[in-house]
């Protein structure tokens, strides 16, 4: 079993920074992949960012390319979502993901184990 603790959520005004981190607990050797999630109520769940523990690619949706950067800790069980340039449309629960590896279509199948979630508010 691996356990995933978020933290970093918070309120920010449009254009502001926030820092999400992930960091993992349990059996950490079976999840390559780490990615970041994220939901507005009544709406999908989105695939956000996620990088391969082991050999540091990264993976981005469009509508964060540029604003968002995905990195781990040196102990790589620490993944973190540095997200500049905010915008209201950011809002939203943001969930850590840890799967075998990180599929191109961000299918949430592909994802194991699943954290609590930690609230992203920007206001205009």
């Known amino acids: 079993q691996v356990q995933l603790l978020e933290s970093g959520g918070g309120s920010v005004q449009a254009g502001g920074s926030l820092r999400l981190s992930c960091a993992a607990a349990g059996y950490t050797y079976s999840t390559n992949c780490m990615g970041w999630f994220r939901q507005v109520p009544g709406k999908e769940r989105e695939g956000v960012a996620a990088?391969?523990?082991?050999?540091?690619?990264?993976y981005y949706t469009d509508s964060v390319k540029g604003r968002f950067t995905i990195s781990q800790g040196n102990a790589k069980n620490t993944v973190y979502l540095h997200m500049n340039s905010l915008k209201p449309e950011d809002t939203a629960m943001y969930y850590c993901a840890a799967g075998f590896y990180c599929p191109g279509n961000w299918a949430e199948k592909e994802y194991n184990y699943w954290g609590q979630g930690t609230q992203v508010t920007v206001s205009s």
């Open positions: 990088i391969e523990r082991h050999g540091g690619n990264t």
